[in-house]
């Protein structure tokens, strides 16, 4: 079993920046791959970045350039530093936790992040 507890979501105006932080139960953080995926209302949940244990990583096109994906194995923390927001980047954020010997997947709690105009 792995927990996720994810924190650093608010309240900011576009243009601004955020970063989310998730913190992650395992003794295995160094390789497994985690991501950050959204869920805006009426929408579907979809990946928003991935970074591997080996540290490669993958973007949305929509928040490539704007945001950066990383991780402290030493702490078990991934991080995604959001930079230039956009109203449309508003969304419940989610941090998942993958790895090929398990039979699932496993996500936090959830983080709201809210763009304003």
């Known amino acids: 079993q792995v927990q996720l507890a994810e924190s650093g979501g608010g309240l900011v105006q576009a243009g601004g920046s955020l970063r989310l932080s998730c913190i992650a139960s395992?003794?295995?953080?160094?390789?497994?791959?985690m991501g950050w995926y959204r869920q805006a209302p009426g929408n579907q949940r979809e990946l928003v970045a991935q970074?591997?244990?080996?540290?490669?990583?993958v973007y949305a096109d929509s928040v490539k350039g704007r945001f950066t994906i990383s991780r402290d194995n030493a702490k078990n923390t991934v991080y995604l530093q959001m930079n230039s927001l956009k109203p449309e980047d508003t969304a419940v954020y989610y941090c998942?936790?993958?790895?090929?010997?398990?039979?699932?997947?496993?996500w936090g709690q959830g983080t709201q992040v809210t763009v304003s105009s």
């Open positions: 970074i591997t244990g080996n540290g490669r990583t």
């Open positions: 998942n936790a993958a790895n090929m010997f398990w039979n699932r997947d496993y």
């Open positions: 395992t003794s295995i953080f160094s390789i497994i791959d």
